[in-house]
């Protein structure tokens, strides 16, 4: 993989060894920081290949987190884990909310019950 980083291109590997050193939050990184740290370059087309990466990998099933606040990093333990999903379910339940409103439909009307479960026990109301 180091290798990879060399290339200074958006790849796969190149995304997984900049995020595997930025083990947990307090090590996150924005995304244009961590592109310009594989290619030494910055633009918005870089960006988005870097959050494609960084989908395409989440899918393989890498514990790559992200939060608006503290960036891109790499899963430092369980909670630290289920916070950033949380954090995107959030996201997702926002955007599918909107929808179902703009449709007039019910949330669980819009593509069937999603059967999300949910564990908010650690927030505060």
């Known amino acids: 993989m180091q290798?990879?980083?060399?290339?200074?291109?958006?790849?796969?590997?190149?995304?997984?060894m900049a995020l595997r050193g930025r083990l947990g939050e307090v090590n996150g990184g924005r995304a244009q920081d961590i592109v310009r740290e594989?290619?030494?370059r910055d633009d918005e087309a870089l960006r988005r290949k870097f959050r494609?990466?960084?989908?395409h990998l989440r899918?393989?099933?890498?514990?790559?987190?992200s939060t608006t606040d503290a960036g891109y990093w790499w899963a430092a333990s369980p909670e630290d884990l289920d916070r950033a999903c949380r954090f995107?379910?959030?996201r997702a339940?926002?955007?599918l909310s909107q929808?179902?409103?703009?449709?007039?439909?019910?949330?669980p009307d819009l593509y069937g019950q999603l059967g999300l479960e949910i564990d908010r026990a650690?927030?505060?109301?």
């Open 3 to 16: 290798g990879e980083l060399l290339s200074r291109e958006i790849t796969p590997g190149s995304v997984l």
């Open 38 to 40: 594989i290619t030494g």
């Open 52 to 55: 494609e990466t960084v989908e």
């Open 59 to 65: 899918r393989e099933g890498h514990p790559i987190c």
């Open 88 to 90: 995107l379910v959030d």
């Open 93 to 95: 339940m926002t955007s």
């Open 99 to 107: 929808v179902a409103a703009m449709k007039r439909v019910a949330l």
């Open 122 to 125: 650690d927030e505060t109301p």
